[in-house]
């Protein structure tokens, strides 16, 4: 049984175990400038890729979009399905 807030801590130690890790192994490789200069240019590299993903969304963004398919579906404009045939039939379709 999960408690309230267990699973953030679970993240959080998770988060904590890998940034145990990255220290780690910087330190068994910090004697060679070559392999951390390697390393540096890819943390930049992830860090320009993490920055530059369009799919995040803000909170507000979120909420704005679920607002929105909220007011299409009362609208109409949304696809219902009676069963999971009829509804893998037209998600093969996509």
Do not use: C, H, P
Not at 26 to 48: P, S
Not at 63 to 89: S, W
């Amino acid at each position: 049984m999960r408690r309230k807030g267990q699973k953030t801590y679970t993240k959080t130690m998770k988060t904590i175990q890998l940034d145990g890790e990255i220290l780690r192994n910087l330190g068994i490789i910090a004697e060679d400038k070559m392999i951390l200069t390697k390393v540096a240019k890819y943390l930049r590299r992830m860090a320009k890729q993490a920055s530059q993903d369009n799919t995040l969304m803000s909170k507000e963004e979120f909420f704005a979009r679920v607002e929105e398919a909220e007011q299409d579906i009362k609208e109409g404009k949304g696809i219902t399905f009676t069963n999971k045939a009829d509804m893998n039939a037209w998600l093969n379709t996509l």
